[in-house]
Structures are given as C-alpha cells and as structure tokens.
C-alpha cells in the first residue's frame, strides 16, 4: 500500500519507503519526464482555466519548500532512473523570486538524474521583471523558453485581461535572446471575439518577423466557470465565431508553411530540426512523467509483463477504492493520478508527509490505447507509427482497431506510408471525430 | 361482516380540491394507519404522484370506523374508501371506482368554488345512481367563500346549502362529521353473500413478487382463501397466492364475502392473462354471467414509443404490458420507422396521460425512450370509397388516393371568472374553435361552451388556458364527432430524406407557420456536420420552408497536454454517446430530442 491515496485510505498516508508506486517508476525504461508546477500568476486571466492564482505571494516561500520536498521525494523512488525532460510550467513561474527558483531548480539537478543534454524547458509571461529572471534561468541550465505572448493587438490583448502590451512582449522576447535562450516558442490565441481575419494576419505577421523557432497558436476556448464564460452566457461578450476560428486556422497553417515552419501537433510549428517540445512529445506519444505541485498529473506505464500489468486490486498500487478510479476490472496498461488543486492544501499534506494525491486512475488497456490514439495523431507528421504502437501495447494497431482506422482511411480523415497512421489535411480540421472513434 | 355494517365510497373533485388531503385525515381518524406511518397525501404511493402532488391512480384503502352514538353501544363499520384522480385526462379511473362504490364524496373547494371535473365527475357518479355527499373544504383559507360555494352546489345539486358539511381537511375540522354522513347517506351494498362469486377487478398492477395482483369489489358470494378461481370474460384459471384487504398496504385475510373491497395476489406472471372489469368467480362453482364490466376508453391522442436504444425494443414492450395492466387507458401497436426503428404506436386520453406514461417508462422500468410529435385519429375516405382511421401520419395515402380527410370534433366547457372572457375568446378562436354557449354561474363566474377541433386542445391547450387566467379556468371536453376538414400532411426533408417521424397532419392554415418553425427549430438541433445539410418542410412536392445546417470547419481540441488528458479523453467518450444515440437518416445525423421538437413548439 502506498502513500498515495489520502483521500481513500486516511489511515495509510504515511509515507512508505518501498512503495509499489516507485517500484513502477523506477522500473520504467522509456523517457521519462518530470513536469513542475508553479501555481501562481501576477493577475489571473479571465479566460484561464489552468491551475493557477493570483496574489499568493505570501505562499511563495513555503511552496518553494514544499515542492522542493515533494521532488525530493520522487527523486528518490525514481532510484536513479534517468529524467529526460523537465517542464516548469504553470502559472507563471517567473513570479518567484531568483532565490526560490534557483532553489528549485537546483533541486532538480541535484536530486534527479538528468539525462545528457535533457530539455529544460521554463513558461514565462511578458509584463513582469524578467531580464534579471532569464538569465537566471539560462544560468540555472534552462534551455528552453515558452512565452505566452497572446496577440501583439491592443484591444484582444485588453480583452484577454493581458497585464502586457505589444511592446512588453517584444521586449521580453529580446530579453530572452539577449539571456541566450535559441530555443523560444510564443504562444498567440486566435478565434477571439470580435477578432478579425486582418487582425490575425497582422500578429502573425509580427510573429513571424520574429523568427522564434517555436510557434503554439491556440483556439480560445471558453471554459466554463471562468470569467469568460460568465460574459459569454450573459451577453458581455460575443460567443468565439467557429467558421471564423476556422479560418484562421487555416490561414495560420498556409502562412506558417511558407514561412518554413512545420505543423508537427494540432497547435504546434517548428522551424528547423530539434526544436520540437520534447516534453511534450512525451505527451503526445503516450509516454510517461511525473507532475509535482497542485493539480500536477502524473503517468506512469506497466512495465510489460509486471505483476501490475493485471486485474483487480493488484492492477491498484495504491490500493482500496478511490473516487474517480475506472476500468478496476480490466487489466491495467497505465496509471495516472493528480495532485490536490489547492496551494495551501498541498503545502500542508507535504509538509505533514502526507500524499497530496486526491485522483487517481487505472487504464485499462483499451483506454491506454485509446489514448495513444487521441493523443498521437495529433502529431500531424509523425501520427502513431505502427511499430511503436504495437511495442507499447503488445499488439498490432490494426488488431485493436482496424475497422475504425478502415471507416475513417475511406471517410477520408486517415492516411498511412505503411508505417504509421496520421491525419489527413481534412481530418486534421476535424480531429475530434476521429479521436473520438478511439474513446470508450 | 354484515352488510349493513359496510360502506363503499370515493372520493371526486376537481384536480387540487383536497381529495387526497381528506383521504389521510379519514384514514387518520379512524386509526387505520399509525402516527409514526402517517405522511401526507398518503395514497399517493407514486413517486410521481409524490412529486407532482396530484393523483394519477386511484387508490382503495379499508377503514374500520367505530361509530359513536347516544346511548346506544358502539358499532363498527367497515369504511371502503378510494381516493380518485381529479386530472381530465383521467376521467376513465374515476369511472371505474365510481363502479365499485355505492356513493361518492364529492369535495367541492370552498374558495375555488365548483370547477370543470367537479361537474364531470358529480354527472358520472349520478348516471351509476350513487348517492353524493358534497363536503365544502379548504373553510380554513382566508379567500374561501362557503357561502357562496354551498349555494352553487345547492343549485347544481338540489341539497339546501344548509346542510353541505363545511371542512378544513388540512386542519381537520368536521372529519367525524364526514364519516357520520357518509354512513348515514351511503347505502349499505346490495350483493348476497349466499349466491355464486361475482367480483369486479377494478384495478390491476403487476408485482414482481406475486405476479398481477387483481383489486377487487366482490359483489355477490364469497371469497374464501386458497378456493381455485375464474376470471370469466377471459375464461382464465387463477390459483391465488394470496387474498386480502387493504390497510392501505395489503394485508391477508382469509375471506371477502359481498360488499367488500380487497385484492387478488394471482401469482399469474403474464399480464396479458388478465383485464380491468373482468368478473372473478369460483372454478368449482361459477357465476353464468359476468358483471357489466368498463366501457373501453377511445384514447384520443396517439404518439410514436421509441426505445433509444434499439437493443431495449422487448424491455419497452413488456414494460407496455405491465403499465397497460395498471393503466387501462393506455393502448399500443407495434409500428416501425425508417428514422426510429421498431417501436410502438401508443393510444392516450390526452396529453397529460402521455406525460405521465413518458415518466412511468423512464422511472419505473428504466427505459430511454423517444416519443413522436402526438396527434389525433383522422378518419380518411379514400376515392375507392373506403374509409379507416388514422392514427399515425405515416400511413396516410397517397393525396390522389384521397377523398376527403375528417378531423374529430369536441365540445369544450371552460369554467371561469367572467374577467377572463375576453382572453378565453381569443385563444379559442385562435384555435379553430366555436362559441356554442355562455351560462352565467352567478354574477362573477361563466360557464363558455365551445365546439373545437380535439387536434387544437390537445397541444399546451390547459397550459395556455391557464396562464392566460392566472390559473382560474377549468376545462372538460367530450369528443364529438367527425368533420370534414383542409388537412394536409406536413413532411420534413433532411438532405432530401423525408424524415417519417417528423410528419404530422396539420391544418392547411397553419401549416405555413408550423412548416416554417420546424424547419428552423430542427436547424437549431441538427448538429453541423461534415457536409451541408438541406432543411426542408414540404406539403406533397411542395416546399414551403427550407434551410441549410452549415458543414463543420473545424472540431479539433487545440489544446491537450499531460495535465488535460483524462478530461479531454471523458470530453471525447461523452461527444461519443452522443453520438451514439443519434439516429441516422441518409447519411445525417439527428439528435433524438429533433423527434420531440413538434411537442415543443408551442412553448415558446
Ligand atoms: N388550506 C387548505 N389546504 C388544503 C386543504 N385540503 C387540501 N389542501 C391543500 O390543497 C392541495 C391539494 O390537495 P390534495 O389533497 O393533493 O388534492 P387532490 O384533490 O387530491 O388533488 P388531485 O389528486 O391532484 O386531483 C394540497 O396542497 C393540500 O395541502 C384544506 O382544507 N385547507
Ligand atoms: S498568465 Fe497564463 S497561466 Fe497565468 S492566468 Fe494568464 S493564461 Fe493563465
Ligand atoms: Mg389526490
């Protein structure tokens, strides 16, 4: 039984050393990822539904502490498995002060074993004091800089509740070349209320002048239960125009291409070789990493042939029922749990070495390779290549799924070289109905 | 027990008079039921009932009443008492009590005065001969006018408004009072307990446990307990598991002798095996004849049953016969769609029944079920000269081979204060409808008689009539007859595919306007697919209305990393159920609720 599971077995929150939960991580062969959460943002955006707050500034310090804790402890039930990513993300890590992100990061050298040459990759948002941040974390071995720039408009900036103008994220941008950082990505939004095609363009064409070689263009979606979605349903702002969405997307696509970009992922462009996330290829590819920090998620496989790998409770390292566990009766392929949500909550289960997992779920195999599906083809070239899947799941792509993959090759979504399956153009505008073909 | 010792009562009103109200408080008083199991409307064992707050099934209860006079011992009467349904929809219950008593309670609110069903139900207990005892109730509101009340019920009923007991049967004032009247006025039943066993199923339900169980008055003979019996009309063997009283949860006895009222536990595991009205008598020792036994009810507005699912067809179906079993009103056929698959065609008393019926599927048996846009029964003459009745739009001919389409007609009395005439007109005549008559009541209430096509009452006809009257009117209706009518079939067209569930017949002059509604509404429901998708409402080759379902540009999560993937994966598998109970037509695919759409139309 492990440590895991407070909100199921109270009883047994007490941290154990040899827990079958860091047998699995340990025994893992394929990459591996850590993913680091930061919760916190100078103003929170009222189209976010991330796991982020505001003005928790007198938190900072012991969550620095608690995180630092929390890593420590997977540093050692990883038992010397080596990290080949590493994600801070968040929120904003850029909030903390230079003390406490050295302290975490250097926890993360320190403690984990980080592969030759791993992606360090770090969030950040114009608009705050970061000269002095970028080259901190160039210096801490961050080698990888993603920057939420939105739009370089006025109005959708102030629309998107931006604490920055134009002008602070060309800054920033300078900034984070300046600091030394070659690998950049900006993130824009399109489909905005009341934006216009032109207005589109012209960020674009901004962006592109920039040159970054990373590019992530999003959709605005309204989530419910944000600010957003309050003004939409009560008619302070027009609902996201889909046709419109889907012109810009279009548009991004033609332009991006003759820019000499790549469209690797649904959202995702690159400019040359490598640049590509790594750490969230690992995503995508239905790998494995483990998330620390409130509402952080966690994924881990069996490793083929375990004794995890089975039903019932076994398939359970964690024991007993949990809210939010499915698929208990079917073999398990993987498993995935999350952190508590809240800040406070979370400091207080780690510093009292209590687990700060609230969810937690076995996959069954049809659900893991589901999720390969839904996940992998959303890498538009690489798609799901029929060796890997079937490595991971111990049986070929077309035994799990052939007369789906047959419906949707003549409905003209799917495509195949012989060695993988992906998106077609078409099916790329379209991809949640072919997702959706491999859910339960 | 003696006969003259026994008293066989229902309770009418009007919807919300209190019927159910005085029920508890007689069921109270005379000690029937326990404080502790007390509850209100304690008849009213539906859930539904519960919820709604109104009774759909009438329900028989005994009491033992132990009557107190002056200086004479006391004696015990038998009190056989059934709480009746107020709603118009379900008249037929009522009767069918009204058959097994020798008098009725007729409760009259004293504030509301007399109302649409206090009149239809008094006349249906007046042509069986029972005897009535009008109770005034609600005395205790602030707005209750007894005076004025007793004095209409004296005009309707030729009793001196004197002497008209005045009750609270939510404070419990003159329930003694009641029970004394009622065995002073009801007679005593009739039957022989020496003659052969005759006795009137009034009531059914099927019992996992003890198969149908048959409600029972006995007429004649006894009952004794494990005695093999006959139910004559389907010459059917019953070999009793049980017989007993009602308490009002059922309780064993081991005789019913003439006069009593109890039940039948038959053990009998098909409900087809068994009808309401059908007479019971010894297998040793039979009756000749049966009793007179129900007229069928002509249900008056059909709809098409679909089960979601088409896997779950048998589930629906033995689900039908179960609640046919305890709702006699309700008919159905088998009948099958292109667009919905096999399912049924169901017959009902009006639109409130079907609601009922649709909650009663989907509670008590657990079924998805989808019902058609409802609609009368068309009498067609086709040009070869025969003639049938049209109960689904489907079947009607083709317009060539049509002679002419008859529509049925009723009359409609609408009670209500005289304020509200001039909206009553105008809704009516909206309608189609006629002004046959207008009878002062007294000087602030009219009665309004009307001559209407029964198709423009059974849609949202009550709902309106009593939004427009702050809740005021009250309506009946009886089916009349037949008339020449300008019907026309109205179809809609998805992707040139007429949609077979979606027709309905219409009136020529509202069929421009229905056309255009469902043309839009179904735009509104009909998801954006993968390519265009043609809307159109069309009278023959006639396209009246049409519009276009945009094609999907774009559909794809942008968004989905490590911390998304079990909600946008819940996100997927939910957008697939939906999908999944969709229904395709041609190549397109129609959310369920689209079928429902016509019932919906009037809403707004
Ligand atoms: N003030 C007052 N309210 C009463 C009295 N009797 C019944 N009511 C209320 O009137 C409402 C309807 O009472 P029911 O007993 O359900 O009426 P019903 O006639 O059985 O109604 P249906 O079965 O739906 O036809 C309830 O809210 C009762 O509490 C009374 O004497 N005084
Ligand atoms: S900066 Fe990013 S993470 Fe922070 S609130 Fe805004 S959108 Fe959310
Ligand atoms: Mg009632």
Redesign the interface.
Known sequence: MSFLFTSCAPKERRLKANDRLGWIAAAGEGPL?L?IHIPFCARKCPYCDF?TYARLDPLYEAYTQALCREMGRWAARLDGRTVDTVFLGGGTPTVLSSGQLGRILQQVHERFKLAGGAEISSEANPGIEDQGQFALLRRLGVNRLSMGVQSFQAAELEFLGRIHDAEDALRAYDAALEAGFANINLDFMFGLPRQSVEAWNDSLDIALDLAPRHLSL??L?VEPETPLAHWVETGQSPAPD??V???M?EVAISRLREAGYEQYE??NWVQGAGFACRH?L???RNQE?I?VGP???S?LRYPAGSEGASTGERSFPFGGACEGVTGSDAPAAAV?W?NVKGVQGYIRRVEADESPVSFH?ALPAE?SM??TM??GL?LVREGVPFARFEAMHGQPLRAAFGPSLDRLHDGGLLESDGERVRLTPRG??????V???F?? | MNLDHIRNFCIIAHIDHGKSTLADRLIQHTGTVTDREMKEQLLDSMDLEREKGVTIKASAVRMIYQRQSDGEPPVDYEMNLIDTPGHVDFTYEVKRALQACEGAVLVVDASQGIQAQTVAHLLAAMELDLTIVPVLNKIDLPAAVPDEVAQDIEDLLAVPAADILRISAKDSVNIEEVLQEIVKEVPPPQGNAGEKLQALIFDCHYDPYKGVVAYIRVVNGTLSAPAALLAISSDKRIDPIEIGVLTPAPVKASRLTAGEVGYIATGLKSVQDLDVGDTVTLASDPAAEPLPGYEPMKPMVFAGLYPTDSDSYHDLRDALEKLHLNDGALTFEPETSQALGFGFRLGFLGLFHMEIVQERLEREYDLDIIFTAPSVAYRVVTTSGSEFLLESPADLPDASEIERIEEPWCSLQIYAPSEYIGPILEMVTKRRGRVVNQLWLDTKRVELSFQIPLAEIIVDFYNELKARTRGYASMDYVLQEYHASDMVKLDVLVNGHPVDALSIIIHRENAFYKGQRMVSKMKEIIPRQQFVVPIQAAIGNKVISRANVKAVRKDVLSKCYGGDVTRKRKLLENQKAGKKRMKMVGSVEIPQEAFMTVLSLEDE
């Open positions: 990822g993913y796991n999003y959709s979606i889909d046709d969405a889907a012109e997307y649904v959202s969230n690992l995503y995508w990493w998330g509402g952080a998620h994924h995935r999350s779920e659900v589901g999720e839904m996940l959303r790329l505008l379209v991809g949640n109905r997702f959706s073909e859910v339960a």
